[in-house]
């Protein structure tokens, strides 16, 4: 009763610190049901289940701790691309840095806005797959984003979208404590890349939600980095139609305490949804991926590929699970987590899972930790490379399989271009 009681005290803290947004009555409707969710499930702590690798304390607090501000003086990953930028600082939308928000195939809006208005369609999303995501597995910090975001992006895509969205995130205060809620709604045959870009805050706190209607493509690119010092959680939901695609990849480079988590329904029969990830960290570096697919459609296709590199005592997490409804015939379902130990202080903490209740399917996952391979180390020292180059190569090598689940050639070399830099930064 003691510890119950707690958590609810520190669940009602963090809530009464957060102002109530205004908004119109579907708006209000949603975020006063994520309240009560919140209410109901308490913020999470190291005794629940799907936090017993990582302690969310520092997410859950009522102020956000300090982080220092990190001055990058590297070309910004993506841009040589043709994108269009959408500007976010410290949480709050930066107008002036920002492009023109018109792009041919879709219209692009401000979740400040839409939320005002007393009809939109992001009645049918905001909220609405973040809740379903609750279960079976309780997710208290998204219900708060949802409860208590002020500012996003709302995309309706109904066509094939000319260039890619980048939405960029920047931290200018040490103190800042982001909440961002995003909703994309994919009309049928419809196809769009959003690129995701920056440290964002001091902690942040992100929600992505989105409907792929039959036949769409969402393609989604994101680097996270550079402030070692930033905490974040975020949190995609997704709901995929008939013959519909999701690929995302997330690259991380430093950051004190990350949390991904990835929540994706395949509903429509020929459905294909890939997330991976790769991670990089040095010392107090805190990493978590906990992705959760269901299959409930025939002749889906999952993957979830997801390379960590740690040294100086690094921790990496992995919670990935594979849900296959009854029904979910021909599922085709795969699973890797793999990480590159480079010292013997680093971690890697696993927890894959198949459940299925299909009985013609093809699943399969594996998980696990090595050093840098000795063989190929000395065959390539013996050619005259030296041991720190090597060791580069070797790393870029392991990683390779995430990197390459970027379908566009141009994305993915600034990828790797960004990983080589993060490399030789760390071999200096």
């Excluded at 928000?101 to 905001?126: C, F, M, N, P």
């Amino acid at each position: 009763m003691a510890e119950l009681k707690t958590k609810q005290d520190a669940t009602e803290a963090r809530l009464s610190a957060l102002p109530r947004p205004d908004g119109s009555g579907w708006a209000t409707a949603a975020r006063d049901a994520a309240q009560a969710r919140v209410r109901a499930m308490g913020l999470p702590t190291r005794r629940d289940e799907y936090w017993k690798f990582t302690r969310p304390d520092t997410l859950v607090d009522v102020a956000a701790p300090e982080a220092a501000l990190f001055h990058d003086t590297d070309t910004p990953v993506f841009d040589t691309v043709n994108r269009l930028k959408i500007v976010f600082v410290d949480g709050v939308f930066d107008a002036d840095a920002s492009d023109d928000l018109s792009v041919e195939g879709a219209v692009i809006e401000r979740l400040a806005d839409v939320t005002q208005a007393d009809i939109h369609w992001a009645k049918d999303v905001y909220g609405v797959f973040e809740t379903t995501g609750q279960s079976p597995v309780e997710r208290p910090l998204a219900a708060l984003n949802t409860a208590c975001a002020t500012d996003g992006v709302v995309i309706h895509v109904t066509g094939r979208v000319s260039k890619p969205i980048n939405l960029i995130y920047h931290h200018n205060s040490t103190i800042s404590d982001a909440i961002l809620h995003h909703v994309i709604k994919l009309e049928k045959d419809a196809d769009i890349t959003v690129l995701e870009t920056g440290p964002a805050a001091a902690r942040f706190n992100k929600v992505t939600e989105v409907e792929v209607a039959d036949g769409a493509g969402f393609h989604h690119v994101r680097v996270q980095g550079r402030d070692h010092e930033r905490r974040a959680a975020t949190h995609m939901f997704a709901r995929l139609g008939a013959e519909s695609t999701l690929k995302s990849f997330t690259m991380t480079a430093n950051g004190v305490l990350t949390r991904n988590e990835c929540v994706i329904e395949l509903t429509g029969d020929d459905a294909v949804a890939h997330v991976a990830g790769a991670a990089m960290g040095d010392g107090d570096f805190h990493h978590d991926d906990t992705v959760f697919i269901t299959h409930d459609a025939e002749r889906c296709e999952s993957r979830q590929v997801f390379k960590k590199v740690l040294r100086n005592g690094a921790t990496g997490v992995f919670q990935g699970k594979i849900l296959v409804k009854e029904g979910a015939q021909k599922t085709d379902g795969y699973q890797i987590s793999q990480s590159l130990l480079l010292d013997e202080d680093s971690q890697f903490l696993a927890k894959p899972e198949l459940e299925i209740y299909a009985d013609d399917v093809v699943c399969s996952h594996g998980s696990t930790s090595g050093a840098i391979d000795e063989e190929a180390l000395f065959y390539l020292r013996a050619r005259g490379v030296p041991k720190p180059i090597a060791t580069d190569l070797l790393t870029q090598a392991f990683l390779a399989e995430a990197v390459e689940e970027v379908e566009d050639e141009t994305l993915r070399e600034e990828i790797t271009r960004h990983l080589a830099g993060w490399l030789e930064r760390r071999r200096g």
